[in-house]
Nanobody, 124 residues
Framework: QLQLVESGGGLVQPGGSLRLSCAAS????????IAWFRQAPGKEREGVSC????????SYADSVKGRFTISRDNAKNTLYLQMNSLRPEDTAVYYC?????????????????WGQGTQVTVSS
């Protein structure tokens, strides 16, 4: 069973930073398009950032551009999301997801595999 396990969430003050990790097991992340999504209470799950399998290009939601950075360590088979200048509106459960599709999207149903999520709370 393919598995994605997120970690690194927590409580941080506005303006602070966190780095989320997503460790993959029983499959090789480098062969997949991978993404971060988030879901705030009462809201739909939204795409945050992704890395396309085809060319390694990255995409970001407008709300996080310039603040978040997605990266992948193939040797560790792990996906990361570096989050800087965090804002209260970044508070959500963050999920990593993977698909065999070649191009990254921010559409949830394009992704076959999901982690269980990690909570990020930005509050003073």
């Amino acid at each position: 069973q393919l598995q994605l396990v997120e970690s690194g969430g927590g409580l941080v003050q506005p303006g602070g930073s966190l780095r989320l990790s997503c460790a993959a097991s029983k499959f090789t992340l480098a062969f997949y398009t991978i993404a971060w999504f988030r879901q705030a209470p009462g809201k739909e799950r939204e795409g945050v950032s992704c890395i396309s399998r085809n060319d390694g290009s990255t995409s970001y939601a407008d709300s996080v551009k310039g603040r978040f950075t997605i990266s992948r360590d193939n040797a560790k088979n792990t996906l990361y999301l570096q989050m800087n200048s965090l804002r209260p509106e970044d508070t959500a459960v963050y999920y990593c997801a993977a698909t065999l599709g070649g191009i990254g999207t921010f559409t949830t149903y394009d992704y076959e595999f999901w982690g269980q999520g990690t909570q990020v709370t930005v509050s003073s």
